[in-house]
């Protein structure tokens, strides 16, 4: 079996996105990748990327904007991968002593084959 990983698409222009909510909703979005990989065949290849671990390769990349995460979700998509936007409905936004609970696309995933991903993340950098 070729070498899948799973990569997330972290949105990098949110400021209110610090280290401890991106790693909570990289979860949110692996968790919905195998969640959401019913289909027959992705759930197969889930299945072999876990390993029996229950997790495989993860690589969390920085996107500048939801435009261009969607752009990227959306073109791998229409390509045959498995992929999509995690929604996080309630996304806690501090503003002073208040705290609103907005809904927010808060990052993606591409599931595949690590070379025939490579044009739609190849030119994304891992996340700081």
């Known amino acids: 079996m070729e070498d899948w990983d ?3 698409l972290m949105r990098s222009d ?9 790693c909570a909703q990289a979860t949110h ?10 289909e027959p065949q992705t759930a197969h290849t889930l299945e072999g990327w ?8 993860c690589i969390v990349l920085s996107v500048g904007s939801a435009d261009s995460m969607r752009a990227i979700v959306g073109a791998a998509s229409a390509a045959g991968y498995h992929a999509g936007v995690t929604h996080d ?3 806690p936004l501090r503003d002073g002593a208040f705290t609103h609970l907005i809904p927010l696309d808060t990052c993606g995933y591409v599931f595949g ?5 490579t044009p739609f993340v190849g ?3 891992l996340m700081p």
């Open 6 to 8: 799973l990569y997330i």
């Open 123 to 125: 030119h994304l950098s």
């Open 50 to 57: 876990s390993a029996g671990r229950g997790f495989g390769t």
């Open 29 to 38: 979005a692996a968790n919905q990748c195998v969640a959401e990989g019913t």
């Open 89 to 91: 409905p309630e996304y």
């Open 113 to 117: 084959p690590r070379d025939a991903l």
């Open 14 to 22: 949110l400021a209110s996105l610090n280290p401890g909510k991106a």
